[in-house]
Nanobody, 126 residues
């Protein structure tokens, strides 16, 4: 049974930091590309960033570049999202996702998540 369980969300003030975790089970984590997405109220879900199975980070959305860092611990089957200098615009539900069929083709990384977590709420107030 595939499970992705996010944790670490909460309410913080602008400028503060949070670290989200996504604990996984039921699939071979170390073979899968992983991603963080978020969905703000009234908006579509957007990709925050991707990390390949070997730990290369890709495609941070422009608004979080330089503030958010994705990492993974394949020994613990866990994905992380370190968020710093949080802004009110970062308020959203954050989801982790897995694609165990992600692949490189030339210079492009094809990532289409098949597994999703239930999400964790992050609220940033001014």
């Amino acid at each position: 049974q595939v499970q992705l369980v996010e944790s670490g969300g909460g309410s913080v003030q602008a400028g503060e930091s949070l670290k989200l975790s996504c604990e996984t089970s039921g699939f071979i984590f170390g073979s899968c590309g992983m991603g963080w997405y978020r969905q703000a109220p009234g908006k579509e879900r957007e990709l925050v960033g991707i990390i390949t199975n070997l730990g290369s980070t890709l495609r941070y959305t422009e608004s979080v570049r330089g503030r958010f860092t994705i990492s993974r611990d394949n020994a613990k089957n866990t994905l992380y999202l370190q968020m710093s200098s949080l802004q009110t615009e970062d308020t959203a539900v954050y989801y982790c996702a897995a694609d165990c069929a992600a692949y490189w083709r030339f210079d492009a990384y094809y990532f289409s998540p098949k597994y999703w977590g239930q999400g964790t709420q992050v609220t940033v107030s001014s």
